[in-house]
Nanobody, 124 residues
């Protein structure tokens, strides 16, 4: 049974940084990709990063490229999302999700299992 648990959300001022963590279990690590998504007032679900646990390839949308970095600690089975230069429009609930097949994708429909989410609030 796939389990994903996010942590690390909080309240930061504009320009601040946060690191989110996603502890994962219950699936063959190197056969999946892990994505980070967010739900904001503007978008119901938006992919912000994805990493293949097979080859480490990553993908980001233009909105966060250069500001967000996804990484993994295979020994801890944990995926991180480092977020820098945060803006008020980054405010939302952030979820990690698992996609079988290990191909990077920012499409929420490709991700079968989801965590409960963690709130990120960026103040202006």
């Amino acid at each position: 049974q796939v389990q994903l648990v996010e942590s690390g959300g909080g309240v930061v001022p504009t320009g601040g940084s946060l690191r989110l963590s996603c502890a994962a279990s219950g699936f063959p690590w190197d056969r999946y990709a892990i994505g980070w998504f967010r739900r904001t007032p503007q978008k119901a679900r938006e992919g912000v990063a994805c990493i293949s646990m097979n080859d480490g390839i990553t993908e980001y949308p233009d909105a966060v490229k250069g500001r967000f970095t996804i990484s993994s600690d295979d020994a801890k089975r944990t995926v991180y999302l480092e977020m820098n230069d945060l803006r008020p429009e980054d405010t939302g609930v952030y979820f990690c999700a698992a996609s079988p097949g290990a191909l990077v994708t920012l499409d929420a429909l490709d991700h079968d299992d989801w965590g409960q989410g963690t709130q990120v609030t960026v103040t202006s």
